[in-house]
């Protein structure tokens, strides 16, 4: 749903507004943040006109040089990142600061702006700056990465207590490639983040008042990625030992085809014997001889069987 809101401060609180005619017949220095989500192309324009800014379209947010994604000029910190939902797809951000005021560009719903909003309501003080609001949007974004990696770490665990020989079927192998493309796209955008936010370290846009939450935030994406590739590094393990099982259960095939060969062929040898032609067989005269054959087809087949018990083939 397009929308666009305008937060600004007034009497030590910070309200909202959702007009940009608003944002024109206000003081400028008393907004902190313009959010607009999914909003049509003549609104950014008139933005653009106002704000003396440039907002990227969406090809040139989603370029994956650091050149493209994070951005400073004389007056103006462009910053873009992608920021995951909860079906794993990725809605790309940009984040454009100029004289204190944060624009963000975005075209979904994010739980983590709805979380910041609630931060900024419940202590309006914090929030003096639009650079406050950035590494505030950041740092949920992060704490929302970490739930989504702890629920992954979840669905691995139960993964591996589900896997057995009898469990092992293309869809389990489906599943743990699932799990490791989801896996894969989270250390992307946690890397994605890594690199944001230590660019945003050696920014003079940032507060020196703010440089220790960004160490944080890196400290936390640092732990973050070593759990991403820990899971990682399991579901390799879940693959491998998947394999593992399909080649035990492919052993045992063909090791119950071999068992069943080796026992029918002294029969079958037997019953070649006595099905040739050939005209002098004394076999063939005596009154006893087909119960006889039958018995010794019967006799070479169980003396295998019991050979291959004694050896615990079987």
Same mark, same amino acid.
């Given at each position: 749903?397009?929308?666009?809101?305008?937060?600004?401060?007034?009497?030590?609180?910070?309200?909202?507004?959702?007009?940009?005619?608003?944002?024109?017949? @206000?003081?400028? #220095?008393? *907004? /902190?943040? &313009?959010?607009?989500?999914?909003?049509? $192309?003549?609104? =950014? @324009?008139?933005? #653009?006109? *106002? /704000?003396? &800014?440039?907002?990227?379209?969406?090809? $040139?947010?989603? =370029?994956?040089?650091?050149?493209?994604?994070?951005?400073?000029?004389?007056?103006?910190?462009?910053?873009?990142?992608?920021?995951?939902?909860?079906?794993?797809?990725?809605?790309?951000?940009?984040?454009?600061?100029?004289?204190?005021?944060?624009?963000?560009?975005?075209?979904?719903?994010?739980?983590?702006?709805?979380?910041?909003?609630?931060?900024?309501?419940?202590?309006?003080?914090?929030?003096?700056?639009?650079?406050?609001?950035?590494?505030?949007?950041?740092?949920?974004?992060?704490?929302?990465?970490?739930?989504?990696?702890?629920?992954?770490?979840?669905?691995?665990?139960?993964?591996?207590?589900?896997?057995?020989?009898?469990?092992?079927?293309?869809?389990?192998?489906?599943?743990?490639?699932?799990?490791?493309?989801?896996?894969?796209?989270?250390?992307?955008?946690?890397?994605?983040?890594?690199?944001?936010?230590?660019?945003?370290?050696?920014?003079?846009?940032?507060?020196?008042?703010?440089?220790?939450?960004?160490?944080?935030?890196?400290?936390?994406?640092?732990?973050?990625?070593?759990?991403?590739?820990?899971?990682?590094?399991?579901?390799?393990?879940?693959?491998?030992?998947?394999?593992?099982?399909?080649?035990?259960?492919?052993?045992?095939?063909?090791?119950?085809?071999?068992?069943?060969?080796?026992?029918?062929?002294?029969?079958?040898?037997?019953?070649?014997?006595?099905?040739?032609?050939?005209?002098?067989?004394?076999?063939?005269?005596?009154?006893?001889?087909?119960?006889?054959?039958?018995?010794?087809?019967?006799?070479?087949?169980?003396?295998?069987?019991?050979?291959?018990?004694?050896?615990?083939?079987?």
């Amino acid at each position: 749903m397009a929308e666009i809101k305008l937060f600004y401060h007034k009497d030590g609180v910070v309200r909202l507004s959702r007009s940009l005619d608003f944002l024109k017949s @206000n003081p400028i #220095e008393s *907004f /902190l943040w &313009i959010d607009l989500n999914d909003v049509d $192309e003549e609104v =950014e @324009n008139e933005l #653009e006109d *106002f /704000l003396k &800014i440039y907002i990227q379209e969406e090809e $040139e947010m989603i =370029e994956i040089e650091m050149s493209s994604r994070y951005i400073e000029t004389q007056d103006t910190l462009v910053v873009n990142s992608n920021f995951l939902l909860s079906n794993f797809e990725s809605d790309p951000v940009s984040f454009i600061l100029k004289n204190n005021i944060l624009v963000t560009v975005r075209s979904e719903e994010l739980i983590s702006f709805h979380e910041t909003v609630k931060k900024i309501s419940a202590n309006p003080k914090g929030y003096n700056t639009g650079a406050d609001v950035l590494v505030a949007l950041l740092e949920t974004r992060v704490e929302f990465d970490a739930d989504m990696i702890e629920n992954m770490t979840h669905k691995i665990t139960q993964l591996s207590n589900s896997l057995s020989l009898q469990e092992a079927d293309k869809e389990l192998l489906g599943e743990i490639k699932n799990l490791q493309e989801k896996t894969m796209m989270l250390r992307e955008n946690i890397i994605d983040k890594q690199r944001t936010v230590s660019s945003m370290l050696r920014s003079d846009f940032i507060p020196k008042e703010l440089q220790p939450k960004l160490s944080m935030i890196i400290r936390d994406i640092n732990s973050l990625v070593e759990h991403i590739k820990f899971s990682f590094d399991r579901l390799d393990y879940l693959q491998d030992t998947f394999l593992g099982y399909v080649n035990i259960e492919q052993n045992n095939i063909i090791k119950i085809f071999t068992i069943v060969s080796v026992i029918f062929m002294p029969p079958t040898l037997i019953a070649s014997i006595y099905g040739m032609n050939f005209t002098r067989m004394p076999e063939l005269d005596m009154r006893w001889g087909y119960p006889v054959s039958l018995g010794l087809m019967v006799l070479s087949s169980l003396a295998i069987l019991l050979y291959f018990k004694k050896k615990k083939w079987l």
